[in-house]
C-alpha cells in the first residue's frame, strides 16, 4: 500500500504528536521557531482512507550563494520504522524533499538499538576490562532496530561517522534515561547510588531550595549557564536563544518547557531546562556555580525535575547524552559517571543517516564541515 505525502500545517502536525505517546522535542513544530536560522516546513504520510499516519519537522540550512539546501529532520521522523516496506515511507520524502531544493537529507530515526542497565556499567568500570559500552553485552536489544539499519543501508543511505564517541553525530547517539513507568518514587530513589542518595539527603540538610521559573528567571539561568560553559570550555548560547526557546514552545504547550532554580540562602546555585513531549522528559540544559558546590544543589535540583516528570504522568527521564567512554582517563568518563549514579540506563539509537540527493555537492558539504 502505497503512502502519499505532503506539507501539513502545524495544527495537524500538532494533533498528530499528540495522539502518540511520545515524539522527540526536536520533532514538535515549535521546535522550528527555536531554530530561526532555518527554514522549517511540517510534512505528513496519508495512507489510502487520507489518515494522517506519519509526520516531520524539516529543518532547510541553505548553501552559501546557491538556492540548495540541507534538509534535517533531527530525531524524526515520526513513522512506522518497523514497517519492513520502510520505502514506501523514505521515497516519497526523499522526492518531496529533492523538489524542495535540497540535495543532501540527514535523519535521525528515533529507534533504540540496544540498553545497558547501570549495574552492567559499573561492573565493567570495577573492572576496567571494556574501554567502550559497546564492549560489553547488553541487557536488551531491539532486533528489528538491526533490519531497519540493513534497509537503509540497501535503500542507499550513509551512517554518520560517529568514530562510537557518540558525539560525531549531530544529536547523540548514547543517551541515559531513568524508566519512571510502573515505578514507584521510593523504587526510582533506592535505584540511585550510595553517593546519589547522600547527595540529596546533604542538599536537604543544608536549606538548598529549588523553585520553578518562568521566563523572567531566564537571565538567572544564563548567567550560571555562561561560568558552565568557562569551566567546561564549550561556546554558550546567547540569552536570546532561551528567550526564544521559552516564548516558541510554552506557547504551543505550557508544559512542553520548564525552568529550575536550586537555591540556597537566597543564592542561585543551579539551574536546568526540562522538556516535556507525551510520556518523555528531558533535562534538556543544566548549569551551576563554582562555589557551594558541598551543598550538592546539582543533584537536589535533578531529583525535584524526575519527581515532576514522574507527576506529569512522564514515562521516561532522558538526561540526553553521554559519551560511550568506560575509561576513567578519558575527559567524557565524569558524564556517564555521574548519570549511571540515577541508576538508569544507557541507551544506543541508531545514530544519524544521511542521503545524498546530489552527491557532488554533499561531498563539498562534508569537506566544508571537516575543515571547521
Given at each position: 500500500?502505497?503512502?502519499?505525502?505532503?506539507?501539513?500545517?502545524?495544527?495537524?502536525?500538532?494533533?498528530?504528536?499528540?495522539?502518540?505517546?511520545?515524539?522527540?522535542?526536536?520533532?514538535?513544530?515549535s521546535?522550528?521557531?527555536?531554530?530561526?536560522?532555518?527554514?522549517?516546513?511540517?510534512?505528513?504520510?496519508?495512507d489510502?482512507?487520507?489518515q494522517?499516519?506519519?509526520?516531520?519537522?524539516?529543518?532547510?540550512?541553505?548553501?552559501?550563494?546557491?538556492?540548495?539546501?540541507?534538509?534535517?529532520?533531527?530525531?524524526?521522523?515520526?513513522?512506522?520504522?518497523?514497517?519492513?516496506?520502510?520505502?514506501?515511507?523514505?521515497?516519497p520524502?526523499?522526492?518531496?524533499?529533492?523538489?524542495?531544493?535540497?540535495?543532501?537529507?540527514?535523519?535521525?530515526?528515533?529507534?533504540?538499538?540496544?540498553?545497558?542497565?547501570?549495574?552492567?556499567?559499573?561492573?565493567?568500570?570495577?573492572?576496567?576490562?571494556?574501554?567502550?559500552?559497546?564492549?560489553?553485552?547488553?541487557?536488551?536489544?531491539?532486533?528489528?532496530?538491526?533490519?531497519?539499519?540493513?534497509?537503509?543501508?540497501k535503500?542507499?543511505?550513509?551512517?554518520?561517522?560517529?568514530?562510537?564517541?557518540?558525539?560525531?553525530?549531530?544529536?547523540?547517539?548514547?543517551v541515559?534515561?531513568?524508566?519512571?513507568?510502573?515505578?514507584?518514587?521510593?523504587?526510582?530513589q533506592?535505584?540511585?547510588?550510595?553517593?546519589?542518595?547522600?547527595?540529596?539527603?546533604?542538599?536537604?540538610?543544608?536549606?538548598?531550595?529549588?523553585?520553578?521559573?518562568?521566563?523572567?528567571?531566564?537571565?538567572?539561568?544564563?548567567?550560571?549557564?555562561?561560568?558552565?560553559?568557562?569551566?567546561?570550555?564549550?561556546?554558550?548560547?546567547?540569552?536570546?536563544?532561551f528567550?526564544?526557546?521559552?516564548?516558541a514552545?510554552?506557547?504551543?504547550?505550557?508544559?512542553?518547557?520548564?525552568?529550575?532554580?536550586?537555591?540556597?540562602?537566597?543564592?542561585?546555585?543551579?539551574?536546568?531546562?526540562?522538556?516535556?513531549?507525551?510520556?518523555?522528559?528531558?533535562?534538556?540544559?543544566?548549569?551551576?556555580?563554582?562555589?557551594?558546590?558541598?551543598?550538592?544543589?546539582?543533584?537536589?535540583?535533578?531529583?525535584?525535575?524526575?519527581?515532576?516528570?514522574?507527576?506529569?504522568?512522564?514515562?521516561v527521564?532522558?538526561l540526553?547524552?553521554?559519551?560511550?567512554?568506560?575509561?576513567?582517563?578519558?575527559?567524557?568518563?565524569?558524564?556517564?559517571?555521574?548519570k549511571?549514579?540515577?541508576?538508569?540506563?544507557?541507551?544506543?539509537?541508531?545514530?544519524?543517516?544521511?542521503?545524498?540527493?546530489?552527491?557532488?555537492?554533499?561531498?563539498?558539504?562534508?569537506?566544508?564541515?571537516?575543515?571547521?
Open positions: 500500500m502505497s503512502l502519499r505525502l505532503r506539507t501539513i500545517t502545524r495544527e495537524e502536525h500538532l494533533a498528530f504528536i499528540r495522539s502518540r505517546a511520545s515524539a522527540s522535542h526536536m520533532q514538535v513544530p521546535w522550528g521557531d527555536v531554530k530561526a536560522e532555518w527554514r522549517t516546513e511540517s510534512i505528513g504520510w496519508f489510502q482512507n487520507n494522517l499516519v506519519g509526520a516531520g519537522l524539516v529543518l532547510y540550512r541553505q548553501l552559501p550563494k546557491v538556492k540548495r539546501y540541507l534538509a534535517y529532520l533531527p530525531e524524526g521522523p515520526v513513522i512506522d520504522w518497523f514497517d519492513r516496506d520502510l520505502d514506501r515511507w523514505l521515497q520524502m526523499l522526492a518531496h524533499l529533492k523538489s524542495q531544493g535540497a540535495f543532501s537529507v540527514k535523519m535521525g530515526p528515533p529507534v533504540v538499538i540496544r540498553r545497558w542497565n547501570a549495574p552492567t556499567i559499573k561492573e565493567a568500570i570495577a573492572a576496567k576490562e571494556a574501554k567502550r559500552l559497546r564492549d560489553i553485552e547488553a541487557d536488551w536489544y531491539e532486533p528489528r532496530a538491526f533490519e531497519v539499519a540493513d534497509r537503509l543501508r535503500a542507499g543511505w550513509l551512517q554518520g561517522e560517529d568514530g562510537g564517541a557518540g558525539f560525531g553525530d549531530v544529536q547523540p547517539r548514547y541515559f534515561q531513568v524508566p519512571l513507568a510502573n515505578r514507584s518514587l521510593d523504587d526510582i533506592k535505584g540511585f547510588n550510595q553517593l546519589w542518595r547522600r547527595n540529596i539527603k546533604k542538599a536537604e540538610k543544608s536549606g538548598v531550595e529549588v523553585v520553578q521559573g518562568g521566563y523572567d528567571e531566564l537571565p538567572i539561568f544564563h548567567q550560571l549557564y555562561l561560568v558552565t560553559a568557562e569551566r567546561d570550555r564549550f561556546t554558550p548560547r546567547p540569552l536570546s536563544y528567550q526564544r526557546m521559552w516564548q514552545l510554552t506557547a504551543e504547550d505550557p508544559n512542553r518547557m520548564r525552568l529550575y532554580i536550586a537555591y540556597h540562602e537566597g543564592e542561585p546555585l543551579a539551574a536546568t531546562t526540562m522538556l516535556v513531549v507525551g510520556e518523555h522528559v528531558w533535562y534538556s540544559y543544566g548549569a551551576s556555580a563554582n562555589h557551594k558546590r558541598e551543598v550538592k544543589p546539582s543533584n537536589a535540583v535533578q531529583w525535584r525535575m524526575m519527581r515532576d516528570a514522574y507527576a506529569l504522568g512522564g514515562g527521564y532522558d540526553r547524552g553521554i559519551s560511550d567512554t568506560l575509561d576513567e582517563n578519558d575527559h567524557l568518563f565524569g558524564l556517564i559517571q555521574f549511571v549514579g540515577t541508576g538508569g540506563q544507557a541507551a544506543e539509537y541508531l545514530g544519524e543517516w544521511d542521503f545524498p540527493l546530489n552527491k557532488l555537492l554533499h561531498k563539498a558539504l562534508d569537506l566544508y564541515m571537516s575543515r571547521r
